[in-house]
């Protein structure tokens, strides 16, 4: 998986320009949906129909937690339970609220339907296809549901929507100290061209993991690996392939993964993708904020080609600055089939991700494979979508904390580099 802390697909242009009642105000929203009473004893009947369901959410059983998993919160002192409205809620949506639980580092306040801004307006059936992946390794709350999910894939949005309704329940997820608002960022699948063959301007080795990796923690720095003999020959045989730009070499070590078009040794050209197989666990740092804090300017989106342009104008510093960044990636071969080739790579739930609707997540706050409802306004874009916690990255730390997966190529790359916003979440929980 990727380790960068910045950097999604085109279904992200299609989500809809979005609202935010919550900034002012987190409370139950009103309902959109128009009531039209033919008579007078159509609203007699309605306010009583009202009063009888209002007496029944008083008389509801606790809620009762889920049994105890790996993957399971825990349930919070009932004194810190959120106040219950029915006004603004969905059809079957109106009984009491469960009580707030903890997840390791967040907390998770539960909260009516229509609290989730854009719920009503999502294109569900573009993010089924993720859940649809991860059902392919469910945790143990949502594999009791896999069969349910399989049989709707092929049903009505309306249906869809109804049956997360009536199966599951959103929480706002929160810091332990109850902060709603996170970050936001990005990450994508960059497709580099390669070389089988060192030489013809292709010199920047990718390497497998060395055989010698796990006998020294943390293994050598990459500027060790560039200039230590014993790192040299830890190394030699273990090449994957050659790319001629450093810094495209450093985003691919960013990002985690990518495809390459490759020149093989016969000169047939073949796609095949670079998966994350491990680093050397040393200390990531950005080359763009190293760059910055020597006085040189922000680097601007997208940073591989603002980089480059600084690079131009100072070859002689262009190997320290990558220097500057102790953390090395090392990469497994994968054939790519083209049902491979319309998802992403594997993340850490061990699913191919989907463009647009998988994020990486802090797994201590989300575990993998949970739906999430992902609100964000900012410069890059607009979202209130449906998404899935498949990934995770070594800068995605925190309860409200997601990186969200653009897609593969430049377009992605582009749209990525322009992620850093504020960022709500909430997980849909089985009932």
């Given amino acids: 998986m990727n380790t960068s802390s910045s950097n999604a697909p085109r279904a992200s242009s299609k989500s809809r320009a979005m609202t935010f009642p919550w900034i002012a105000n987190t409370a139950t929203s009103v309902s959109r949906e128009p009531v039209r009473f033919r008579s007078i004893i159509a609203i007699a009947i309605a306010i009583a129909a ?30 810190a339970a959120p106040a219950t409205s029915a006004a603004g809620a969905r ?28 719920f009503d307006e999502d294109a569900l059936f573009e993010a089924w296809n993720a859940w649809l992946k991860s059902c392919e390794r469910p945790g143990p709350a949502f ?16 249906d869809q929507r109804a049956w997360m309704v009536a199966r599951l329940q959103p929480y706002r997820v929160e810091t332990l100290q109850g902060g709603a608002e996170g970050l936001l960022t990005s990450y994508y699948e960059p497709v580099l061209k390669a070389s089988r063959q060192p030489g ?78 491990g680093s050397n666990e040393q200390p990531f740092r950005s080359v763009t904020q190293g760059l910055q804090e020597q006085g040189e300017g922000r680097m ?16 002689q510093r262009v190997q320290q600055m990558l220097w500057s960044n102790p953390r090395y990636t090392f990469f497994q071969e994968q054939p790519l089939s083209d049902l491979d080739a319309a998802f ?45 916690a498949q990934d995770t990255g070594s800068a995605i730390v925190g309860a409200v904390r997601a990186d969200y997966f653009a897609g593969t190529g430049a377009e992605a790359g582009e749209l990525a580099a322009r992620f850093n916003q504020p960022l709500r979440l909430w997980v849909l929980w089985p009932k």
Avoid at 51 to 58: D, E, F, G, Y
Avoid at 236 to 243: F, N, V, Y
Avoid at 353 to 378: E, K, N, Q
């Fill in 200 to 277: 013809s301007g292709y010199e920047v080795p990718l390497y497998r993991v060395p055989a010698s990796l796990g006998n020294r923690k943390p293994w050598f720095s990459r500027q060790e690996i560039d200039t230590l003999p014993e790192a040299h020959f830890a190394l030699k045989g273990r090449e994957i392939a050659w790319l001629a730009d450093p810094i495209e070499a450093m985003s691919l070590h960013i990002q985690g993964s990518g495809r390459l078009n490759i020149t093989e040794a016969d000169g047939s050209q073949r796609v095949v993708r670079v998966a994350y197989a």
């Fill in 300 to 315: 601007t989106a997208p940073w591989i080609e603002s980089t480059k342009a600084w690079a131009a104008r100072n070859p």
């Fill in 344 to 388: 992403g790579p594997k993340g850490a739930q061990g699913v191919a991700l989907t463009p647009g609707r998988s994020i990486a997540v802090d797994p201590g706050s989300i575990p993998y494979g949970t739906p999430v409802w992902l609100a964000s306004r900012g410069a890059a874009a607009n979202l209130q979508k449906l998404v899935f």
């Fill in 50 to 79: 009202a009063i009888t369901m209002l007496l029944a959410s008083c008389a509801s059983p606790p809620y009762r937690t889920p049994p105890p998993s790996s993957s399971s919160p825990s349930p919070m002192p009932p004194a």
């Fill in 91 to 118: 059809p079957g949506d109106t009984g009491a609220l469960p009580e707030p639980m903890l997840q390791g580092k967040s907390r998770w306040v539960a909260v009516r339907w229509a609290d989730l801004p854009g």
């Fill in 143 to 158: 594999a009791p549901l896999c069969g349910e999910v399989r049989r709707l894939s092929i049903a009505r949005a309306e």
